[in-house]
Every structure is written in structure tokens, then in C-alpha cells.
């Protein structure tokens, strides 16, 4: 019994993880992705997460939209929040360095921090899961529907994203610019449109990761920060610039909190996966699934 019931916990501690780790993992993909186009870390990533958390409260809750309608609204509108940020914060800075449009990031996530707080105030919201909060029962670890919905939009995120950048004109413009901005421009490439477009995405993305995790975990407007950190570890871990370590890293990151929440203390739960991070990037500085050299572009 002791056995079957050690087994049960691992069970729930890995399912937990993964479901953690997706939303990491969404949040390093969007790093990644603006990364790859225009070498900013965006530490406004997480405030994406936030704002899809709680526009989804109050288009779907607040206002009584269906989830079918409030879904998509919810990310067509948190898009359009990343355009702004690449049409106000980032565009109209002249000869920009990394470092200031690292720091028009930071500002821009402070700013919508700060309105957050205004608009949603201080307190958690909930949001109703999709498919209901009665739990499954999977030999013996008891799993709430909604985690499977997280993962399960990671998984059509990776694959969206695979077939966008592989088979598609706009992807492969991207990946154009990524690889050699300035031949990317002798052909034709609008680099401008295409740093856009990488905002867009990102924004999207997080939009999603807030929107399917708020029923188990609940939102508020500060949880932004602490989701970038997350997301931003889990980009490092797996290799900064690589789609697959984004989500290898992302999962990692989580199941490692989960596990060591479980089996040692919950205290030290964010201290686990960092120690791991560090040690990793002793031996492999590049990341998992990193190159030491990624081709990024120098101005735009």
C-alpha cells in the first residue's frame, strides 16, 4: 500500500509539474521569440500573462461573454497591447542600444503594473474552469481538469508555432531576419513589420498561458514579474533563442518546484529550480538546447 501510495504522489507531483512548467514554458517561448528578431528580453513578457488572466475575468466573468467568445477576444485584445508596446516604447527610440530598449521594457512593465492595480485593484480573481473543477482520479493522484488544458495548449502552441516559422511566408521572414537582418532587408523583408509581428506573437502567447491558468491558480496584477523570472529561467535553461529548449526548459523548471515542494519543503520551492539552472549553465553556459552563437538583429 505504501508503495501504491508513494507512486500516487509522484504521479500528481510530475502532472503538476508539467502543468506548471507549460505555462514557464509559454512565457520562455515568448522571450524567445522577440529575442530572436530583435536580441531585447522583453520583461514585459509576464505582464502579457497577467493581462490575459484578467481581461478573460472580466470579458468572461464581469461582462458574461462565453468562454467561446471571451477566449479570443481576450488574446485579440492583449495583442493589440503588444503592438502598442512595439509602436510606443520601442519604435520611436532613435539609434537604440540593447540596454535601453531592455529598459523601455522594464518601464513599460511597471507602467502596466501600474494600471493593472488601478483598473483590477489588489485583489486575486477567479476564473471558471473549462471543463468544470470535479477532480480525476488517475491512479490514485487527483488531477484537476484544468491542468490538462494547459498542457494541452502547449502543445498546440509548439505546433502552431512550428508550422508557422517552417511552412508559412510570414514565418520564414522572421526566421530571414532572425538569421541576417540586413540581407533580410535587401530582399524585400519590412524588419520593422517583422519586429511588430514578434511582439504580436509574444503577446498572444502570454495572453494564452494567463488565460488557461487562472482557474487553478487565480490572477492578480502582480503576478507579471515572477512569472518573467520564471519564464525568463526557463529561456536560459533551455537555451536562449531555441524554441524546443523554451519548452524543454520550461517543463524542467516545473516539474523541478513541484518535486521539491512535495518531497522536501514548499518554502524552497523557487530555490530548487534556480540551484538547478545554476548548476546547468556552469557546465553548459549556452543552455540545453543553446548555441553559443545566435544570429539576432543589431538595429532596427
Not at 100 to 114: D, E, N, P, Q, R
Request: aromatic share 10%; with cysteine; hydrophobic share 55%.
Amino acid at each position: 500500500m505504501e508503495k501504491i501510495t508513494l507512486a500516487s504522489q509522484l504521479l500528481q507531483y510530475f502532472i503538476t509539474g508539467l502543468t506548471v512548467g507549460s505555462v514557464y514554458a509559454m512565457v520562455a517561448v515568448g522571450f524567445n521569440i522577440i529575442y530572436n528578431v530583435t536580441e531585447i528580453i522583453n520583461f514585459a513578457q509576464g505582464e502579457f500573462v497577467m493581462l490575459g488572466g484578467l481581461i478573460m475575468v472580466f470579458l468572461h466573468v464581469a461582462m458574461g461573454l462565453s468562454l467561446i467568445l471571451a477566449f479570443p477576444a481576450t488574446i485579440v485584445l492583449v495583442t493589440l497591447i503588444g503592438i502598442l508596446i512595439d509602436r510606443l516604447a520601442i519604435r520611436p527610440i532613435r539609434c537604440p542600444s540593447v540596454l535601453t530598449l531592455i529598459i523601455a521594457t522594464i518601464a513599460v512593465s511597471i507602467i502596466i503594473k501600474g494600471t493593472a492595480s488601478f483598473i483590477w485593484g489588489k485583489n486575486p480573481f477567479d476564473l471558471p474552469a473549462f471543463s468544470g473543477r470535479n477532480p480525476i482520479n488517475i491512479l490514485g493522484a487527483v488531477i484537476q481538469p484544468q491542468y490538462f488544458w494547459v498542457i494541452g495548449f502547449l502543445v498546440v502552441t509548439a505546433v502552431a508555432l512550428s508550422i508557422f516559422f517552417d511552412r508559412t511566408i510570414m514565418g520564414k521572414a522572421m526566421s530571414a531576419c532572425a538569421d541576417n537582418p540586413n540581407a533580410a532587408s535587401l530582399v524585400g523583408i519590412n524588419v520593422k513589420q517583422m519586429v511588430l509581428l514578434s511582439f504580436a506573437l509574444s503577446a498572444a502567447i502570454g495572453a494564452v498561458a494567463g488565460i488557461t491558468i487562472t482557474p487553478i491558480s487565480l490572477m492578480e496584477y502582480d503576478r507579471g514579474a515572477m512569472l518573467a523570472v520564471k519564464g525568463f529561467g526557463a529561456a536560459i535553461l533551455g537555451g536562449l533563442g531555441s524554441f524546443p529548449g523554451a519548452i524543454l526548459g520550461g517543463l524542467i523548471m516545473g516539474s523541478i518546484e513541484s518535486f521539491g515542494a512535495g518531497l522536501i519543503s514548499s518554502g524552497y520551492k523557487d530555490a530548487f529550480a534556480l540551484i538547478v539552472l545554476l548548476v546547468i549553465l556552469f557546465f553548459k553556459p549556452s543552455g540545453l538546447m543553446g548555441s553559443v552563437e545566435i544570429s539576432r538583429i543589431k538595429r532596427f
